[in-house]
């Protein structure tokens, strides 16, 4: 059978540094607090957005900050040349139409109208040369099949 002992531990009971019960008082912070006052919080309605992005210039560390600058330089510059090269091909494209669309679809336009015109004019001949041939000559036309 296995005897269990307990073995005080000394350094549990010892005392530790720290206030006594008298200088508790002293330490009372219930009443007055330095950490947070809200009424005090007119100092952070002053710091704007770059005073706030200029203080956490000094948290990054320099070579993350010199490879982050080149690839926003990078990428700024790419977006630009790509902004630049469709505001041209958009200037090209939209000239090409204006010189090259608008007259040849004034041209189809009229062409149309023509070719209308000529069938109305034959349509009206044809119906005319039907009109001068369908006189009444004595003869007498074949009734109509069902």
Not at 61 to 89: D, E, H, M, V
Not at 91 to 120: D, H, I, K
Not at 136 to 145: H, L
């Amino acid at each position: 059978m296995v005897k269990l002992e307990e073995v005080p531990d000394e350094e549990l009971n010892a005392a530790q540094p720290g206030p006594t019960k008298d200088e508790e008082d002293e330490w009372d912070t219930d009443d007055e607090s330095e950490i947070f006052d809200p009424e005090d919080d007119d100092d952070t309605l002053d710091e704007t957005l770059l005073d706030r992005l200029v203080a956490l210039k000094d948290i990054v560390p320099p070579t993350y900050r010199k490879n982050l600058s080149n690839a926003a330089s990078t990428g700024y510059t790419w977006g630009a040349k790509a902004a630049s090269f469709s505001g041209n091909a958009l200037w090209v494209l939209s000239t090409s139409a204006l010189l090259l669309g608008v007259p040849w679809a004034l041209a189809f336009s009229e062409e149309q109208q023509v070719q209308e015109m000529e069938r109305e004019m034959r349509m009206q001949q044809n119906a005319q040369g039907l009109l001068t041939q369908g006189a009444p000559t004595g003869q007498t036309g074949a009734a109509p099949a069902l």
